[in-house]
């Protein structure tokens, strides 16, 4: 028996029950299936030794007879091969016993399994938009785009944190989204947030946010408020950026959103006239 793991498998047996039983030796094709490839009599092998397309995966030469072993193809225990094995490549192994004369038996399929890495979910800058200058009361403007992907299987993001730059940005800002790339609302939208730092606590909106294989964008998105909601004169103006500091998912993380864009929210007052005599 066996099983896979991140560039390694575990494999499993019971030596030969022969009383004069000396070794077991592992061949390793790489594919779904096993050549023909066979041990030649009397011949002692290493790892990493071939035998036209098969390899020498492990040798094992201090056991009893009808004893269980296990060795890890990939990882160099159990006299297995130390050299790590190449992620979503299947690979079959049939084991063979050797007696003390130099006779190999038939061997013994033991299956084909695929070494999968460990499961993660990368954080990544998008295609962000452009710099903008925006008024109190404009639409809803993008100010940062980021991508998720899984290397393996699927994730689903059930929480996000976006943090807002300069001091005192969140002033200018009615609301927070977060979006996919068409604009499509995923999560529950932060509304006059009071800090610059913006917690999206529930994703479940529209499908939510779902991760897999291939990059998916998402976006943040900003509403100012409105002119009467501002700091009174002389105001102030916010140059904003954002990005995504933080989430929640099954996966371990990697990656960062390393930048946005800049959406400067302008509330600031123009100077005052200058008084000529005459």
Not at 69 to 75: C, N, P
Not at 211 to 230: D, E
Request: contains cysteine; glycine residues 10%; aromatic residues 6%.
């Amino acid at each position: 028996s066996g099983s896979a793991g991140n560039a390694q498998v575990t494999l499993n047996w019971t030596t030969s029950a022969s009383s004069d039983f000396s070794r077991s030796v592992m061949l390793r094709w790489t594919g779904a299936s096993a050549g023909s490839e066979v041990p030649v009599e009397g011949t002692d092998y290493s790892n990493g030794n071939t035998i036209t397309t098969a390899t020498v995966a492990c040798v094992r030469t201090a056991d009893g007879a009808s004893t269980a072993v296990s060795g890890v193809d990939g990882a160099g225990t159990g006299g297995c091969s130390a050299t790590p094995l190449t992620n979503l490549q299947a690979y079959t192994y049939k084991v063979f016993q050797k007696d003390s004369n130099g006779n190999y038996d038939a061997g013994v399929a033991m299956g084909t399994f695929t070494p999968t890495p460990a499961a993660a979910t990368t954080l990544a800058d998008g295609t962000n938009p452009s710099n903008v200058t925006i008024a109190p009361g404009a639409a809803i403007t993008d100010l940062d785009a980021f991508t998720l992907q899984t290397n393996v299987g699927s994730d689903t993001v059930t929480a996000v944190t976006v943090t807002l730059s300069p001091a005192g940005a969140y002033n200018n800002i009615a609301q927070v989204d977060l979006t996919d790339n068409t604009n499509v609302v995923r999560c529950t939208a932060v509304t006059n947030p009071g800090t610059n730092t913006i917690s999206f606590t529930t994703c479940t909106s529209n499908g939510g946010v779902p991760v897999s294989t291939s990059a998916t964008t998402y976006k943040v998105r900003i509403t100012p408020k409105s002119h009467a909601l501002m700091p009174v004169v002389p105001g102030a103006s916010y140059a904003t950026t954002g990005t995504v500091t933080s989430f929640t998912s099954s996966n371990p993380h990697t990656g960062t959103d390393t930048a946005s864009a800049t959406v400067t929210v302008d509330n600031g007052s123009p100077t005052g006239a200058t008084l000529v005599s005459g």
